[in-house]
């Protein structure tokens, strides 16, 4: 007698929307990526009646009944800790200190495990290479400077308060030209984050751009804002320009200074770098700048094989898994645990 198909859903909460995805229980994706106005202002309670509505297209996407859906990977952008929310962040107000896995098990009736939205990516990244199975840390810049870390098997190691792999809250030797640490949306100095993210880049851009070097330039030639100015410095570099080119070299090699530490630490062997930066055309030469910073601190054999000499120890590779990353991630976590 056949025995009855499971499926395992993965839903990632964002800010304007919700994304989710379902697998098989041979981790297959059924159907395609589904997405839902997410109401995470509104509260818990409306954004489960989303999370609902997203299982029921998921399902009818599939040809199943809800029914069948054994398990949900759930990702929220807010630390938390088993379960519970302790940290705001962009949600609404009355998510903290509700035990949000357990009052979405409860109102759907399977086992839900959560994590933030960083991890989830992780896990994703790490779903997808399924001739993978070491380890793997994903660093991602963008708004700030993400991280997670999966572990052989497919487990990711958010640490006791959900905090694990604050890899933008790492200090790095690096000073502005005043001598001074930047300061950082953390609310300390010096931090990655303060080089390496989109905030980052604008800071950086500003003070580039008031010095007499780059006064002809032709983002000093326009009344835009900054935050459109920093949005146009990628064509900029793409098309080689200097001031452009040597911002984002900066940021690329602090960057792979940073990852050196992180490897240092961990020892992945696999390191993937998310973010929007994935998407550009001067991808390969953002990435010699990663490796240019990670050469500068990582010790040989971070780099080489002590015992291998041709064969790297750590691998770069840019994300594959676009924006569904994390639902990917939280489909194949609530595989791996509820099957
Ligand atoms: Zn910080």
């Given at each position: 007698?056949?025995?009855?198909?499971?499926?395992?859903?993965?839903?990632?909460i964002?800010?304007?929307?919700?994304?989710?995805?379902?697998?098989?229980?041979?981790?297959?994706?059924?159907?395609?990526?589904?997405?839902?106005?997410?109401?995470?202002?509104?509260?818990?309670?409306?954004?489960?009646?989303?999370?609902?509505?997203?299982?029921?297209?998921?399902?009818?996407?599939?040809?199943?009944?809800?029914?069948?859906?054994?398990?949900?990977?759930?990702?929220?952008?807010?630390?938390?800790?088993?379960?519970?929310?302790?940290?705001?962040?962009?949600?609404?107000d009355?998510?903290?200190?509700?035990?949000?896995?357990?009052?979405?098990?409860?109102?759907l009736?399977?086992?839900?495990?959560?994590?933030?939205d960083?991890?989830?990516?992780?896990?994703?990244e790490?779903?997808?290479?399924?001739?993978?199975?070491s380890?793997l840390?994903?660093?991602?810049?963008?708004?700030?400077?993400?991280?997670?870390?999966?572990?052989?098997?497919?487990?990711?190691?958010?640490?006791?308060?959900?905090?694990?792999?604050?890899?933008?809250?790492?200090?790095?030797?690096?000073?502005?030209?005043?001598?001074?640490?930047?300061?950082?949306?953390?609310?300390?100095?010096?931090?990655?984050?303060?080089?390496?993210?989109?905030?980052?880049?604008?800071?950086?851009?500003?003070?580039?751009?008031?010095?007499?070097?780059?006064?002809?330039?032709?983002?000093?030639?326009?009344?835009?804002?900054?935050?459109?100015?920093?949005f146009?410095?990628?064509?900029?570099?793409?098309?080689?320009?200097?001031?452009?080119?040597?911002?984002?070299?900066?940021?690329?090699?602090?960057?792979?200074?940073?990852?050196?530490?992180?490897?240092?630490?961990?020892?992945?062997?696999?390191?993937?770098?998310?973010?929007?930066?994935?998407?550009?055309?001067?991808?390969?030469?953002?990435?010699?700048?990663?490796?240019?910073?990670?050469?500068?601190?990582?010790?040989?054999?971070?780099?080489?094989?002590?015992?291998?000499?041709?064969?790297?120890t750590?691998?770069?590779?840019?994300?594959?898994?676009?924006?569904?990353?994390?639902?990917?991630?939280?489909?194949?976590?609530?595989?791996?645990?509820?099957?």
């Open positions: 007698m056949q025995s009855k198909s499971l499926y395992f859903a993965g839903l990632d964002g800010g304007s929307t919700i994304k989710a995805v379902l697998v098989d229980a041979q981790a297959a994706q059924v159907g395609s990526l589904v997405e839902v106005r997410s109401l995470v202002k509104d509260g818990y309670e409306a954004t489960f009646g989303q999370l609902e509505q997203a299982l029921e297209q998921l399902a009818a996407g599939a040809c199943i009944q809800r029914g069948a859906i054994a398990g949900v990977g759930l990702d929220v952008p807010a630390p938390s800790s088993d379960g519970v929310i302790w940290g705001r962040a962009n949600l609404g009355d998510w903290v200190g509700v035990n949000i896995r357990e009052s979405l098990s409860a109102r009736g399977v086992p839900v495990f959560m994590t933030n960083g991890n989830a990516a992780a896990v994703g790490y779903a997808l290479r399924t001739a993978y199975n380890s840390m994903l660093v991602a810049p963008g708004t700030g400077l993400a991280g997670g870390l999966v572990l052989p098997g497919g487990r990711c190691y958010d640490g006791v308060n959900g905090l694990a792999l604050e890899a933008g809250h790492v200090s790095v030797p690096f000073r502005e030209d005043d001598g001074s640490l930047p300061l950082c949306s953390c609310g300390l100095t010096g931090c990655a984050e303060a080089w390496v993210s989109l905030v980052a880049l604008r800071r950086r851009l500003g003070l580039e751009l008031a010095k007499p070097q780059w006064a002809a330039h032709p983002l000093n030639q326009t009344a835009a804002s900054i935050e459109e100015k920093a146009r410095l990628r064509d900029f570099a793409q098309q080689g320009d200097e001031l452009a080119v040597s911002v984002f070299r900066q940021q690329g090699f602090i960057f792979g200074y940073l990852i050196a530490d992180l490897v240092r630490v961990f020892d992945p062997g696999l390191v993937v770098i998310g973010g929007g930066l994935a998407e550009t055309s001067f991808r390969d030469l953002y990435m010699s700048w990663i490796e240019e910073g990670f050469a500068e601190r990582a010790w040989p054999v971070y780099r080489f094989s002590p015992i291998e000499p041709d064969k790297a750590t691998r770069f590779e840019w994300a594959i898994g676009g924006d569904a990353a994390a639902a990917i991630g939280m489909a194949f976590a609530a595989r791996e645990l509820f099957q």
